[in-house]
């Protein structure tokens, strides 16, 4: 099993991390002075534009896409490094690049099931960083961890479908960017439970789509969009909409969520070793009482360990990607859900440690410890909570021993 990244990924590799270094860190400050200066949290701010533009002049745009005549025709093994790399800027790389969520999962739902008519509308805009889309799947009155719950209605009226119901932690919904979304729910109650659902484009500006509120996360609201809460009453929309047949919600859930996943595992492993980078700098200039915290015995517990973590981690993550490129995202399903319950909590460590190397600085916006800690720590809820993952890996491990039947 080779886990070195191609020829082609390597250049790109280096193009990126120049990127990262002499353009993105730099502008991080200036990001959010221009976000606070326009008074609105979902500001787009200039700077992002000018740095979209530079990326996608230096070939570093729609890397996550393995299709070449749309995105960099990159496997997701030669994904994996890149995107690491952006995750060390969580905020702005991955936008930058055109390789955010859930815009990502999103296109590659678009350019898998999507009709023509549909790709020209809305793959081509996103593909171009000229819009944002959001993923409406999450219901506050189901356990929508348990996606058969869900219980909006998709019901088909003539020559159009109605949708009804609310959703919430829709990222991204609350910018004015965002021009579409994809969402899920029953069409059909009476079919098997894995037949109910279906999946449908809702463009935002459809009468009846409401965003009800923002929700903050532990206190704070993200910018980009948030995470709101989105009320649909009687919306409709053309019957072309529908992605794929009646009844193959679940089929394309499945194949959104692979990709999805590893993608947010790539990019905890590039905060994990930003975190990493902080934690040793700031260890070796403060010296409580007399030696630098970089020589107490505790804190080389910490960065020994955080070293190893991050290795096995990374390691995880790259066969994963590698086992995706070779057997398929359903052949691959137990190292994708491995991944996802091993690369959130692994960051949210790291991170941890580094927070208490900084003492209080760790826990203000002077760095960036505080927001990448919270955002790994929601990665153990989204994208399917840790237990779910956990669920369906032991199920697979039990079946082995189990009598054939
Ligand atoms: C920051 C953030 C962004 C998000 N973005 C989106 C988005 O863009 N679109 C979207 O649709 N959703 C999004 N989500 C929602 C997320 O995917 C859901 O919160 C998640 O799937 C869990 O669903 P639920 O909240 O309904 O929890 P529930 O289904 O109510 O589950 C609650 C808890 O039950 C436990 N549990 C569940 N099953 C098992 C089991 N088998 N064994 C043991 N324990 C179990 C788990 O601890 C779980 O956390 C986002 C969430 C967050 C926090």
New binding site residues.
């Given amino acids: 099993m080779d886990l070195a990244p191609s020829p082609k990924a390597e250049a790109l590799r280096g193009e990126l991390r120049d990127f990262l270094d002499t353009r993105i860190l730099p502008n991080e400050a200036t990001h959010q002075q221009q976000i606070d200066a326009s008074g609105d949290r979902h500001h787009h701010p200039a700077i992002l534009e000018e740095l979209k533009a530079e990326a996608r002049e230096r070939g570093l745009w729609n890397l996550f896409l393995p299709d070449a005549e749309h995105g960099a025709g990159l496997t997701n093994l030669d994904y994996a490094h890149l995107a690491e790399i952006t995750g060390r800027s969580p905020v702005i790389a991955p936008e930058a690049t055109n390789c955010a969520?859930?815009d990502t999962g999103n296109m590659e739902v678009l350019h898998m099931f999507g009709t023509p008519d549909q790709q020209d509308e809305w793959l081509t805009p996103l593909l171009e960083g000229r819009i944002r889309s959001?993923?409406?799947?999450?219901?506050?009155d189901?356990?929508?961890?348990?996606?058969r719950?869900i219980a909006s209605r998709i019901e088909r009226d003539g020559d159009e479908y109605v949708i009804n119901g609310r959703?919430?932690?829709?990222?991204?919904?609350a910018s004015d960017r965002c021009k579409i979304g994809i969402f899920?729910g029953v069409s059909d109650p009476d079919a098997e439970p894995y037949r109910q659902q279906s999946m449908i484009l809702v463009p935002l500006d459809t009468p009846g789509v409401r965003v009800v509120r923002d929700?903050p996360?532990f206190g704070h609201y993200?910018g980009h969009g948030g995470?709101p809460e989105v009320e649909f009453t009687d919306v409709r929309v053309p019957a072309t909409n529908l992605l794929a047949e009646e009844g193959d919600g679940f089929t394309i859930a499945q194949a959104r969520l692979g990709p999805g996943r590893i993608h947010h595992c790539m990019r905890l492993i590039g905060m994990a070793e930003r975190g990493f980078d902080l934690m040793c700098e700031r260890s070796l200039v403060r010296e409580p009482f007399g030696k630098p915290i970089a020589r107490q015995g505790v804190f080389q517990h910490w960065i020994a360990q955080a070293r190893v973590r991050i290795e096995q981690a990374r390691l995880l993550t790259l066969k994963a990607a590698y086992l995706m490129d070779t057997v398929g995202n359903q052949g691959a399903r137990m190292e994708i859900s491995a991944i996802k319950i091993v690369a959130p909590s692994m960051t949210e460590w790291v991170l941890d440690k580094a927070i208490q190397t900084h003492g209080g600085a760790g826990f203000s916006n002077d760095f960036p410890l505080a927001m990448m800690w919270a955002?790994a720590r929601?990665?153990r809820?989204?994208?399917?909570?840790?237990?779910?993952h956990?669920?369906a890996l032991a199920r697979r491990e039990l079946k082995r021993y189990l009598p054939e039947s």
Avoid: C, N
């Fill in positions: 969520a859930p959001a993923f409406f799947m999450t219901e506050p189901q356990a929508s961890s348990d996606a719950q959703k919430w932690w829709s990222s991204g919904a899920m929700l996360v993200d995470h955002h929601t990665l809820m989204a994208d399917g909570p840790d237990e779910v956990e669920m």
